[in-house]
């Protein structure tokens, strides 16, 4: 079946980087777009950014640009997601999500990545 | 851009109807039929619900239902039960940057 699995928690230093990794399974892996969401403890969705499997083209949301690095690897089918200068705010589960295709929806989420600030 | 607009909470009785609105501007719901809806039960990533406005995926019940009206979208479920329990948030591309914004969530709660 379709699948897209994380990486397991992480635990970094304020100005530290974190990268996620988010494995597909079960789909052509370049026929699809994949996003990245967070959601900081007891706080709604927030989109991050979009990448194409196939070409690498990202396009990331203006508050994360110069901090988020989108990438994908083919050959391993799996995406990965790096945020840099991390502050207390970035403390949330990160998750990947997959593109429908045609109608820009998010059909098929990784089960999370819970990312812990400390000082 | 900021978040879509929703109630921070609604509730009703099992078996009763709830409707979400999702309010946002002409740069996003008003000018784009990319509008999805997304159930989060505790502790669970989220899930689709609706997608292009009105359509159900496969294997979501016809119990939820949404619509458009300009600016505002709206999901709808009826017959409501203690398993619908959750957290929903609507999504809506933008075509600006960023090239979506989610609604501020709603919670569900089933008295």
């Known amino acids: 079946q379709v699948q897209l699995v994380q990486s397991g928690a992480e635990v970094k230093r304020t100005g530290a980087s974190v990268k996620v990794s988010c494995k597909a399974s079960?789909?052509?892996?370049?026929?699809?777009?994949v996003h990245w969401v967070r959601q900081a403890p007891g706080q709604g969705l927030e989109w991050m950014g979009i990448?194409?499997?196939?070409?690498?083209?990202?396009n990331i949301a203006q508050k994360f640009q110069g901090r988020v690095t989108m990438t994908s690897d083919t050959s391993t089918t799996t995406m990965y997601m790096e945020l840099s200068s991390l502050t207390f705010q970035d403390m949330a589960v990160y998750y990947c999500?997959?593109?429908?295709?045609?109608?820009?929806?998010?059909?098929?989420w990784g089960q999370g990545t819970r990312v812990t600030v400390s000082s | 851009q900021s978040a879509l607009t929703q109630p921070a909470s609604v509730s009703a009785s099992p078996g009763q109807s709830v409707t979400i609105s999702c309010s946002g501007t002409?740069?996003?719901?008003?000018?784009?039929?990319?509008v999805s809806w997304y159930q989060q039960l505790p502790g669970k990533a989220p899930k689709l619900i609706i997608f292009?406005?009105?359509n159900r995926p496969s294997g979501v019940s016809d119990r939820f239902s949404a619509s458009k009206s300009g600016n505002t979208a709206s999901l709808t479920i009826s017959g409501l039960q203690t398993e619908d329990e959750g957290d929903y948030y609507c999504?809506?591309?933008?075509?600006?940057?960023?090239?979506?914004?989610f609604g501020s969530g709603t919670k569900v709660t089933v008295l």
């Open positions: 999500a997959k593109d429908r295709g045609t109608t820009s929806a998010f059909d098929v």
């Open positions: 079960g789909y052509t892996f370049t026929s699809y777009h």
């Open positions: 990448i194409s499997p196939t070409d690498g083209y990202t």
């Open positions: 002409s740069s996003d719901i008003g000018s784009y039929n990319y």
């Open positions: 292009g406005v009105v």
């Open positions: 999504i809506s591309f933008t075509g600006d940057n960023p090239r979506y914004v």
